[in-house]
């Protein structure tokens, strides 16, 4: 369809838009790195999985396939990714060359084996000996025996030992974690800050790896493998879906590659033995770069300055909330909404430790899709189970990446005396729900949280994210009609205030919508403002298509993908889409709309994608609460308002910032969020 944008070149362009924050003059410098990063991970994560997924359809053969959205096959498309990548990941070494030229300025050096000093000669050695070597095991390639595995996710240097007849060929593993980093901080000078790459001390140490070999000289040369993250579950049903899951996140790991990434010096015999090996063929597969790879670790660049850092104010203590009373008494008085990382993810954290201490507080379920590594919330359930509650957790073990994690989780929660509830195969729990119940004189209370975004306390400081906290009736009988289906999933319940997918969410939205688009028709005020972090379902492009038609007035702030194609005359002329990316991920769901003149709002967990909408457990609630309903009207009107970091999102798709008329305040949207707040706190 003409009118429906590529789901996959939309995300490519919001990447860019990372890329856009890392070229931004006006962010310190080594932010601008941590960009690069994000933007690396990203780009990482979408071969992974897109393309991976692309190049699978394209390779069936004798079989009528479904278009992908925009209208292209498998086969048209890759060529067009193919050359966005190429052409970002240019962008992206010219940014990271000036970016370290910057860098010189503060006295900060990113130096190579070849520029050491001899007291940083000795300190490398010393640290190749004492931290380093014990970690690597060498891998000599052999013509005759197959490669051993290699996981993606790592970096790995080729080594080529040539001698007077032949070469031997090798490929070292870099041992990189938190106690071997990527990036080592040298002994320097002062007024001066030396840094080197993991990757140049282990070259500096060639011939003490691999000493018993006779060879003229040594050379190595950094590649990244990037394999298939597809993840397919056996279907015996005699098996448990933990085991499933194991054993899928294993065949995953041995997924084929989809890209090798390497260093364009590399000499050509090494790049022919390791793609051979690799069983890699396609010319697209092969992807030259520079001297580095694995360049997500820049997320971890070390922090040298204060001054090359992006200020982040601490989070507020919610007006309401006194972190030294009992936050289930503040919830009993009214509803709360807490937005983060504005407010401190601390008071979700203290509800769930008051209700585990709580003698009143017979139960607690929670739906866990994503958790903090040392988990604050799995603690406090361990600690409500021991204090005798009934706790129910939902966790999800198909959250891409995090699988591993979750299957821990079960097992640590279960050994606690945690009921773990598992979702089927092919139905995804994403909803972010808490229901805590409690005793009070002859009844019992429950007590709902309501959420857009994961509970972890570690993402919270740098997700936006909203999250309310109710004792509604209606809410709560809603609550638990949802843990219910979620452990008898042949049930659907109707709900009375919860919008629930995959049965009733689509259908929700839609009814939004087409309220509006009667009040557009009859003359009166209609409008839609919502904020997701994706819109790429077509049918609720289609749906947004016939409101703007119709006179609606829909303004959309969508951080990624984004398959409606914004401003086009006689189908979205009504339509403005904006897409703003800073120093905090945009992650909130909101939808309001103008209802005859009597604004409603509601906050979920879902996106307007096919697989939230159908093939998800997704949870809203529409707010009740006036005051927090002008809360988020403020939020939204601050966030289009945004004139700094907000980009407009329409063909012909040049991530062009929202215009700034010369003379006129700017306006930087999470920082006036922070002021926001802080005003509504007086």
Same mark, same amino acid.
């Given at each position: ?509 839609? %009814? &939004?919508?087409? !309220?509006?688009?009667?009040? #557009? =028709?009859?003359?009166?005020?209609? +409008?839609?403002? *919502? ?105 939204? %009107? &601050?966030?289009? !308002?945004?004139?700094?970091? #907000? =980009?407009?999102?329409?063909?012909? +798709?040049?991530? *062009? ?26």
């Amino acid at each position: 369809m003409m009118n429906i944008y590529s789901r996959e070149i939309s995300w490519l362009q919001f990447n860019d838009r990372v890329l856009q924050e890392a070229r931004d003059g006006s962010v310190p410098l080594v932010q601008r790195l941590r960009f690069l990063g994000i933007f690396s991970n990203n780009q990482d994560e979408f071969i992974r999985v897109r393309v991976a997924n692309i190049i699978r359809m394209a390779e069936l053969r004798g079989q009528k396939l479904p278009r992908l959205t925009g209208g292209y096959t498998a086969g048209d498309l890759l060529p067009l990714i193919d050359r966005h990548l190429s052409s970002s990941r240019d962008i992206f070494y010219e940014t990271y060359a000036g970016i370290r030229a910057e860098l010189e300025s503060y006295g900060v050096y990113v130096v190579d084996e070849n520029e050491l000093s001899d007291a940083q000669l000795a300190f490398c050695q010393n640290y190749f000996s004492s931290v380093v070597s014990t970690r690597l095991v060498p891998l000599l390639l052999r013509k005759s025996v197959e490669i051993p595995f290699l996981p993606d996710g790592k970096i790995y240097l080729a080594v080529k030992m040539t001698g007077t007849a032949s070469s031997r060929y090798a490929i070292l593993q870099m041992p990189v974690s938190d106690a071997c980093p990527r990036f080592v901080v040298l002994p320097s000078q002062t007024g001066r800050t030396d840094i080197i790459f993991l990757d140049d001390i282990v070259r500096l140490f060639l011939d003490d790896i691999f000493f018993m070999f006779n060879y003229e000289s040594i050379s190595a040369h950094t590649f990244k493998i990037v394999r298939d993250a597809a993840l397919t579950l056996d279907d015996d049903a005699s098996k448990s879906i933990s085991e499933k899951m194991f054993q899928g996140i294993t065949k995953r790991e041995h997924g084929r590659p989809v890209r090798l990434i390497y260093d364009e010096a590399m000499p050509p015999d090494v790049l022919e033995t390791i793609a051979r090996k690799l069983g890699i063929r396609r010319a697209g597969q092969l992807q030259a770069g520079g001297r580095y790879h694995q360049m997500r670790d820049l997320m971890k660049f070390p922090s040298v300055h204060p001054e090359l850092e992006e200020p982040r104010s601490a989070p507020m203590i919610h007006p309401q909330i006194d972190p030294r009373e009992s936050v289930l008494g503040v919830i009993r008085k009214g509803d709360v909404l807490l937005a983060y990382p504005y407010h401190t993810f601390n008071h979700f954290i203290d509800l769930l430790r008051e209700a585990a201490v709580d003698p009143r507080v017979q139960s607690i379920h929670i739906t866990l899709y994503r958790t903090a590594q040392h988990s604050k919330v799995i603690h406090a359930l361990l600690s409500a189970a021991q204090n005798g509650k009934a706790v129910t957790a939902m966790v999800e073990l198909k959250a891409r990446f995090d699988e591993e994690q979750n299957i821990d989780n079960t097992d640590l929660l279960q050994q606690g005396g945690v009921k773990v509830v598992h979702s089927l195969e092919e139905l995804k729990v994403h909803s972010k729900l808490v229901l805590i119940e409690r005793r009070e004189g002859n009844t019992t209370r429950g007590y709902a949280y309501v959420g857009t975004g994961n509970f972890n306390e570690d993402t919270a400081r740098i997700y936006g994210d909203f999250g309310l906290l109710t004792t509604d009736e209606a809410v709560v009988e809603d609550a638990r009609k949802v843990f219910d289906f979620l452990q008898n999933t042949h049930k659907h319940p109707t709900y009375n205030k919860l919008v629930v997918s995959p049965y009733y969410m689509r259908s929700k939205i839609e %009814a &939004i919508i087409d !309220g509006e688009i009667r009040n #557009a =028709r009859r003359g009166k005020k209609a +409008y839609i403002h *919502a904020k997701f972090n994706s819109l790429t379902d077509e049918a609720m492009v289609i749906k947004l298509y016939e409101a703007s038609r119709a006179g609606v007035e829909v303004r959309l702030i969508i951080r990624g993908a984004c398959c409606l194609q914004a401003g086009v005359p006689e189908l979205s002329e009504n339509i403005e889409v904006r897409s703003i990316v800073d120093k905090y991920l945009e992650h909130a769901r909101l939808l309001i709309a103008c209802n005859g003149g009597k604004a409603q709002s509601w906050i979920m967990s879902a996106d307007l994608m096919t697989r939230n909408l159908d093939r998800r457990v997704e949870v809203g609630i529409p707010i009740r609460d006036k005051g927090i309903h002008k809360t988020l009207e403020g939020y939204f %009107a &601050i966030q289009w !308002g945004d004139n700094t970091k #907000a =980009r407009l999102i329409a063909p012909p +798709y040049l991530n *062009a910032y929202v215009p700034h008329t010369e003379g006129t305040p700017t306006h930087r949207s999470q920082t006036e969020l922070y002021d926001y707040f802080e005003t509504l706190n007086k």
